[in-house]
């Protein structure tokens, strides 16, 4: 991959039909931090909160959650047009706050809320390249258990 920075984020109503609702912005820097270029993506009018982009086999995976509190993630090509995106569905809501991919197998970190309780449980999903889970791994006590962020090393 040649020296660029993606950064994803969120704003109000981007792409969006709907006023007042946020949707995803991917932009790609040199690395003289000039823009390259910009993307607004989102997906049926529902507020986007995107929050993080990795990189892997020459696409960009962003994730992060909508206002419904569904998971969402998305492959985009390199130049910022998506390929696929999918609701991640494991029974709960949640937000997807990193993306890492080790030995081509992505992982999702994130939380996850609890069936029927009012706190969550920190979580992290296998999936495929087609965004389909193949393995869960979810941990927290009685009380809310929250991530933020993550590494692989």
């Known amino acids: 991959m040649d020296e660029k920075i993606y950064a994803v984020g969120y704003r109000f109503s981007l792409v969006s039909t709907r006023n007042g609702v946020f949707d995803g912005h991917l932009i790609c820097l040199d690395k003289n931090l000039n823009p390259l270029w910009v993307v607004g993506f989102g997906l049926k009018d529902l507020g986007d909160h995107y929050m993080t982009v990795s990189y892997h086999n020459n696409y960009l995976f962003v994730g992060g959650f ?5 998971m969402i ?4 090509s390199t130049d910022g047009n998506p390929v696929l ?15 890492h991919v080790i030995n081509n197998t992505i992982y999702l970190v994130g939380n996850m ?3 029927g309780a009012g706190s969550g449980d920190l979580m992290v999903l296998k999936v495929n390249e087609e965004l389909q ?3 869960a791994y979810i941990i927290g006590g009685s009380l809310g258990d929250f991530c933020f962020k993550s590494f692989w090393q």
């Open 113 to 115: 809320e609890k069936q």
């Open 85 to 99: 995106a999918e609701y991640v569905n494991y029974g709960s809501k949640g937000s997807i706050v990193a993306i």
């Open 73 to 76: 993630l998305m492959k985009l």
């Open 66 to 70: 909508d206002e419904k509190g569904n």
């Open 133 to 135: 889970i193949l393995k």
